[in-house]
């Protein structure tokens, strides 16, 4: 037992071992290497003694199966949590998480960066439901303090922001929140558990939209829910309470995108940054916003706590009207105009943060566009974007 899968020795293996051996006991399924797809809703018991006692590892398909449970155990693992909870998608794991820890009269404070649906919840059912949200500046650090009221119950945390990559000094909110005893929560998509390791920096939730990096390839919709042994109990509870289960088949294709992440994040990473810097070089570039470079204001953050990038960041253009920007992004061929990343294929969007902020100001001094850098060959990718700027220059 064991060789192939996680049953051995438990043994500190570095992420990228990690992640080919996580939530897999081939021994379990007749020796095949992957976890197959089981497809159910009923679970039969084969006496009632057993049915009553809810004595099967596996009761209803809504609760788990071999393929979910397979998913989740190797998320929890990977991530250093107590345990995972998986959603079918990434902003109900949001949604589940902020349920999970706010009750109506509490107070919560959220990052003015968070994802945009994330907000729309927090002012509309959340509010609903009776619980406050305050917005907050996400370079504040330890200043968050002074923000804290006497039914603060949680802080929301994103860093970097997913379209404009200010990095948040997450141990210290999460000091200063962890002394009023409020939880911390984030959402860690950009980075993964493999490039920035939420537990280990004071989060107690940690969200990932399994959607982008962890399904890797533009086919499903994911959300996944690490939480440490103080808070397992809450969110295992309120993801069943609100009978929230993945489909089967995207829980295989998560297990088969954890497989080759390390892999993938490494190339998403490396092209990404040969594309930043020479976008930094390029006369009509204002500033590129990506938390690995040196010139990003908060890259000592970068440094101190992310083990790596992944292919996502923006570009500050010198001003120039709509239509120049439409033009250089209309005719690019390697990018897609489209929301979500993390697949394989590159991405280019317009965006504009000042329509939705209000704990911050957003005036970057020219239009901004959003890459995200897929898996194609970084010098194809550059010499696209390179036609594309002269585009943005004649237009
Ligand atoms: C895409 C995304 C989500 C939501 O994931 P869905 O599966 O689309 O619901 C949440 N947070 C961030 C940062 C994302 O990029």
Redesign the pocket.
Known sequence: MGKGGENGEKRNYRPATQVVRAGRDPFEHEGFVNTPIYRGSTVLSPDVDHFLGKKGRFVYGRRGTPTTAALADAIAGLEGGAGAALT???????TTAITAVARSGDHILVTDT??G??RHFCDTLLAAMGVETTYYDPVVGAAIADLFRPNTRAIYL?SP??LSFELQDVPAIAAASKQRGAAVLM?N??ATPLYFRPHEHGVDLS??????YLGGHAD????TISATGEWWPKVKEAAGTLGLCPGPEDAFLALRGLRTLAVRLERHMQSGLAIANWLAGRPEVKQVLHPALATHPQHAIWKRDFHGACG?FSVVLKPRPQAAVAAFIDELELFGIG????GYESLAIPFDCAKFRTATRWNPGGPTVRFHIGLEDADDLIADLERGLKRLAAA
């Open positions: 079918p998608s990434g902003l109900s794991a949001i968070a994802y649906p994330t994103e922001g997913s959402d998509t950009w969200i990932q939209a399994g959607t982008k499903l919709n994911l959300g996502l929301a979500s990343w993390g």
